[in-house]
C-alpha cells in the first residue's frame, strides 16, 4: 500500500488545517491509519489513529479536543482536522498503515506501522 501526505502549511496560532492522506493499493477495511508528528530534533511521536473498522480513534493528549481524524472509504482518504493550532504543533506530520482487516485495534507506536507517507509541513506561527 502507498500512502499520499498533503494539506500543511503556514497557519497563525488558533487557526486549522485539514490533513489528508490518500491510501492506494489497498482500502481502508484493510489497514488501520496513523497520523504522527516529528519536530526538529525529536523522534516521530503519536498524534491520532483510527482502526480498519473506523469506528475506534485515538487521540494523543494533548491534541484532544482539537484534532479530528476521519476518513471517507469511497475516497481513500483518511483526514485529520487540526483546529486551534498552537506553535508547539509545528511539525513534518506523517500518514502510517498498518495491516489489520476490519480490526478495532488502535496502534500508536509507530514501530507497528509499515508503510509510511512522505510527510507534510506544519508551521504554526504568527
Known amino acids: 500500500v502507498q500512502l499520499q501526505a498533503f494539506g500543511g502549511g503556514l497557519v497563525q496560532p488558533g487557526g486549522s488545517l485539514r490533513l489528508s492522506c490518500v491510501v492506494s493499493?489497498?482500502?481502508?477495511?484493510?489497514?488501520?491509519i496513523g497520523w504522527f508528528c516529528q519536530a526538529p530534533g525529536k523522534g516521530r511521536e503519536g498524534v491520532s489513529c483510527?482502526?480498519?473498522?473506523?469506528?475506534?480513534?485515538w487521540y494523543e493528549e494533548s491534541v484532544k479536543g482539537r484534532f479530528t481524524i476521519s476518513r471517507e472509504r469511497a475516497q481513500h482518504t483518511v483526514y485529520l482536522q487540526m483546529n486551534s493550532l498552537k506553535p508547539e504543533d509545528t511539525a513534518v506530520y506523517y500518514c502510517?498503515?498498518?495491516?489489520?482487516?476490519?480490526?478495532?485495534?488502535?496502534?500508536?507506536?509507530?514501530?507497528?506501522?509499515?508503510?509510511w507517507g512522505q510527510g507534510t509541513q506544519v508551521t504554526v506561527s504568527s
Open positions: 493499493g489497498g482500502t481502508l477495511d484493510y489497514y488501520a
Open positions: 483510527i482502526a480498519s473498522n473506523g469506528d475506534s480513534t
Open positions: 502510517a498503515a498498518v495491516l489489520d482487516y476490519l480490526g478495532s485495534f488502535i496502534y500508536t507506536d509507530p514501530e507497528e506501522y509499515e508503510s
